[in-house]
């Protein structure tokens, strides 16, 4: 089930579907990396409680057993709320299940399973149907709507190519109101020579997926937007919009999109008192790896998600409430303002840097043969332990290497831009 071209970073469907209620143990035996990232352990420090994650997807089924009492619809800002609770696609609700489920009656258990989620249904181009297109928010009304309320995290795993002058605004404005922006970094390959949008926007955590043996998805995209990775093959997801069956063997950057924001939402369960930039900077730091912190690659950002080496370390030092986690990866000299209008054939970001793939440590909870042999020859291995248009041509290269806005109360926070490549 490949959604589409703007769901761009969709499930790809290599296997087969199965009933939920007919074979309920294998869907959550599918879930492969609750076992090596420790989830149970975690849950007796933090299940997600008091954390709101907008879901701007395809919708969200609210009436899944694992959903129910998990989707806070009436949440929903009025003017964006068109068909947030309908998902004919089955992808929106599989994402909310990923970060929040219950696991009731056999179906996906959440990573954050007392996480609640606010949904967002996106005209995002591909709708099974022309009127969802018509009538649903545009991405960047979605993310200003979420921007408005009380969520601390938005999580998009969706993508598309094009450069979205109010999306990046959108984005902007959502940053400077505190919250995480988590996307997926598409689905194309690391020699597609960009990175999907929103996650090639500033103030957006790019995840790309890794696979059981903590090697680098071949599908992943690769370029300077990379931040994380996480688990994103051999996943179970809805197979429709009727939620009743569950395709399997299933792979892409939207499952680990999904893990990410659920991991996200666990730290800040356990540190309600962290701004967005402590929690970014705590994935960073406890994130897996073999390369040096300040070095981050291209296909791997900083390396796989870790909340356990978080929410295990009552010492851990979360740094300055209000500095950027990320802005010494900025572009040199000031990320001077530079406006452009690229060749037709231009890609929509920027090409990956050579030789960005490195070994890192194995899955969290693996051996240490095992993760000998995950980096062992390998250079793919990494850590487990680990109404703007968005078809304009005008691409923007933003110079905000210190965007500074007000938060609550007065307080200041530094808002983070792209690294260079």
Not at 39 to 68: C, F, H, Q, R, Y
Not at 164 to 178: H, L, M, P
Not at 360 to 381: L, R, T
Request: hydrophobic fraction near 40%; charge should be negative.
């Amino acid at each position: 089930m490949r959604v589409g071209g703007s769901v761009a970073s969709a499930l790809i469907v290599v296997g087969v579907s199965f009933a939920p209620g007919a074979t309920a143990a294998d869907v959550q035996s599918e879930q492969w990396y609750l076992g090596p990232m420790q989830a149970e352990k975690m849950w007796k420090t933090s299940t997600g409680e008091g954390i709101k994650v907008a879901v701007i997807d395809t919708g969200v089924n609210p009436d899944t057993p694992s959903l129910k009492g998990r989707v806070l619809a009436d949440e929903v800002p009025k003017q964006v709320a068109y068909g947030a609770t309908d998902d004919d696609v089955g992808h929106g609700t599989t994402m909310a299940e990923l970060i929040a489920g219950s696991g009731a009656d056999g179906r996906l258990r959440g990573l954050a399973p007392d996480a609640q989620i606010v949904p967002y249904k996106a005209a995002l181009g591909d709708s099974p149907s022309a009127k969802d297109d018509e009538l649903a928010p545009t991405l960047q009304e979605a993310i200003r709507a979420a921007a408005n309320t009380d969520v601390r995290i938005i999580s998009m795993s969706v993508g598309n190519e094009f450069y979205g002058a109010g999306e990046a605004a959108a984005v902007r404005y959502a940053a400077s109101k505190g919250k995480i922006l988590i996307a997926s970094v598409g689905n194309s390959g690391q020699d597609s020579g960009y990175i999907e949008y929103p996650a090639a926007y500033e103030y957006v955590i790019g995840v790309s997926s890794i696979d059981e043996n903590s090697r680098i998805s071949d599908f992943g995209q690769s370029g300077g937007q990379v931040d994380l990775v996480a688990p994103g093959e051999n996943l179970p997801a809805y197979c429709d919009g009727n939620v009743e069956e569950y395709c399997h063997n299933l792979e892409g950057t939207s499952f680990s999109t999904a893990i990410t924001s659920a991991a996200a939402a666990l730290i800040w369960s356990a540190h309600p008192d962290w701004t967005a930039n402590q929690v970014t900077r705590s994935l960073i730091d406890t994130a897996g790896r073999k390369w040096p912190k300040d070095k981050p690659t291209a296909t791997a950002g900083y390396g796989t998600i870790r909340p356990r080496s978080v929410l295990a370390n009552p010492d851990y030092d979360a740094g300055e409430p209000y500095s950027d986690p990320l802005r010494k990866e900025n572009t040199q000299e000031g990320q001077k303002l530079v406006t452009e209008i690229p060749p037709a054939s231009a890609s929509a970001s920027a090409k990956p840097s050579a030789g960005a793939t490195a070994a890192s440590q194995g899955a969290e909870g693996e051996s240490k043969d095992k993760q000998a042999a995950a980096g062992s020859g390998d250079e793919k291995a990494v850590a487990a332990d680990a109404s703007s248009d968005s078809s304009s041509t005008l691409w923007i290269a933003l110079s905000v290497a210190a965007a500074v806005v007000v938060i609550g109360g007065g307080a200041f926070a530094v808002l983070r831009t792209r690294r260079a490549n």
